[in-house]
């Protein structure tokens, strides 16, 4: 068989070299994607698109071993590579489907749709007659739009050009191992957030002065760069990771000999305008930066009050935005400091178990995470390594130990270096710097470390030798000051969690639109007394006026007469008393009796006669006309109570009776009706006075402490609103007070009340 041809390996054996030989017509024409055109449109036979036939024979390319052997297949993609990118060369880059276009923006928005003038003088009509101050500030002004729109014309370079062309490639089968997302990251966010200032801030102004033709205005800049930390969001994220972004382009092209042939390429093309890899990758962090330079420069030259007045908030919100950018980058970098040093401390070996069963269920505690967040502390502030060192430590009367301190930013640990590997294992419990004193000792290389519990007794102490009294003077010092930034931390943000929590209670207090309670609906019901400790308890009252209902049927309740508002939870404890069965039964039959929840204590024995034209109202119970104002009540031998008698009695007697059944009690003979100081009966009303209630009816006179009793039985059920003395004793009303609770008032009931 002939040999193959020098020529046809000339490519291949000279891809890396400085001259680079177009491969033969043929070869070139098999490489033509179907995106461009067909070999039969163009004419061709279509024997031109068939694949080579493999070698026969083992050993056919000059000695280059089996033809399935990495080398030659190494040798073979370099060759379809250069084919590749000379046919992007000849033809331009194939078109990528449309999801990877929108994403990559690639093609989005080329140079044709975002024109500028050469130079601002030709927009100004009469440039020429400007100061010269005002034409270095249109300079400037100028100078942010041209380098704008250059920026944006370069990041289009990355996605145009680098990634559209590693896609394509990759599509074939080609440079596989190279990540896309890796080398460019969020740069297509980068040109929408750039195209948006453009479109919404720039632009304008330009379109302004054109149409105007007045100077440009800095003013008008004012709105769009106050909102430049929520434009410029994905600048965080791209300065976060630039770093490992240029470090994964440099390792990249040191370990694979195509993607570096790629990457020539792609330098030399005309688009890229001479522009290397990294010089692109290193853009955005430089345009982020130079913002504020370029406001700063427009003014120093622009005198007017007005205009400095926007440029200088204009610089605040670019430099703002740049201090959170580098406050994100150092923590960034913080925990990655942290995890290294997290790697290089190993098992927490803190207890020796006695046995197997202990260590088993020690072992799920057995670890020590030190990339948690510190406690107290604002979580933007990360745990740092602040020093390191070999030191010997004494605990008790034991012997000196080789140990390892890595001191952090809130704790110490004492390790133990292991030999096999890299790694330490801590051997006693972390120290926690706000709990640790350090005291130097006489042996100029020596302090002692206390670590405190937290009722500030020793639980811990040892006695560290350093190396040098340098070494002791350095570990004293970064403690001391750790210790004390430890403290301001944790002082400010409890300061702010205190602001945050002020906020939270005033924002809630302007929500609520009044203080005054309102009616319990049954979502209300239905939650728990706890979700409603912050609202006013709703007592349900009920004041009966002289046009109570008397024929109303009663709706029987044996539990308790909460429904008619004499009962609520300041009742005595005593409420199985004989009296207050009394009360019950006598209320369940006769609702009117609501004068229980007066207080007859505060009443006066003397009122004031009531007013003629104000609407009457009783303030005592209805007695029947046998009942004689002033004087004792008639007697007669109290009947003997019983569940029959219920049913039977009128509800005109009921307080009568009521009376009796107290007496009944202890019947004693009779006694003058107590009276007060006038020689008037606690009983006397202003109503008149009416016929008699019947023969049968001849209630016994009470003694004055039955009287006294039953008032305190009485008073038991409180009015709502009235006061409880401080002392507990009792308080009279004056006149005014007993006049409001004499005059006719109108309460909504809170409840649903059945009347009788």
Known sequence: MRAPSKAWLLPELKLMGAAVRPPPRAELRKSIPEDWASGQARGLSPLMHREPEPEKR???HFGLGPPHSPKLKEITRAHELEVRLHTFSMFGMPRLPPEDRRHWEIGEGGDSSLPMEKSWKELVLGHKEMSRELCHQQEALWELLSTELTYLRKLKIMTDLLAAGLLNLQRVGLLTEVSAEMLFGNVPNLIRAHRSFWEEVLQ?????????????????????????????QPYVQYCLRVKQTMAYAREQQDANPLFHSFVQWCEKHKRSGRQTLGDLLIKPHQRITKYPLLLQAVLKRSPEPRAQEALNAMITAVESFLRHINGQVRQGEDQESLMAAAQRIGPYEVLEPSSEEVEKNLRPFATLDLMTPILGVAPEHTRQLLLEGPVRVKEGREGKTDVYLFLFSDVLLVTKPQRKVDRAKVIRPPLMLERLVCQPLRDPNSFLLIHLTEFQCVS???????PSSTERARWLEKTQQAQAVLQKLKAEEYVQQKRELLALYRSQGRESPSTRPSTPSPEDSQSGSEGRTSEFTIIP????TEDTDEDAPSVPDDTSDSGYGTLIPSSPKNFHSPLNRLRAKALRRDPRLTFSTLELRDVPLRPQPPDPQAPQR???????????????????????????????LTPGNVVVETLNRAQSRSPLPHSPTPTDSAGESFWESSDEEEGPVGPELRPRPLRADILKEIREELASQRIEGASEPGDGKP??????????????HIVQLDTPLSTS
């Open 58 to 60: 083992h050993g056919g």
């Open 618 to 648: 009783r303030s005592a119970p209805e007695f029947p006309d046998g009942i004689l104002r002033g004087g004792s009540l008639p007697r007669r031998a109290s009947p003997a109570w019983s569940e029959e008698e219920d049913e039977t």
């Open 460 to 466: 811990s102490a040892l006695t560290v030798h350093c």
């Open 731 to 744: 308080r009279r009303l004056t006149r005014a007070q007993l006049q409001r609770m004499r005059g006719a």
């Open 204 to 232: 304008p102004i330009l379109e302004d002065t054109r149409t105007s033709g007045q100077p440009l205005d800095p003013v008008s800049l004012q709105n769009g760069f106050l909102t430049f930390g929520q434009r410029f």
């Open 541 to 544: 009252r009920l004041v009966v």
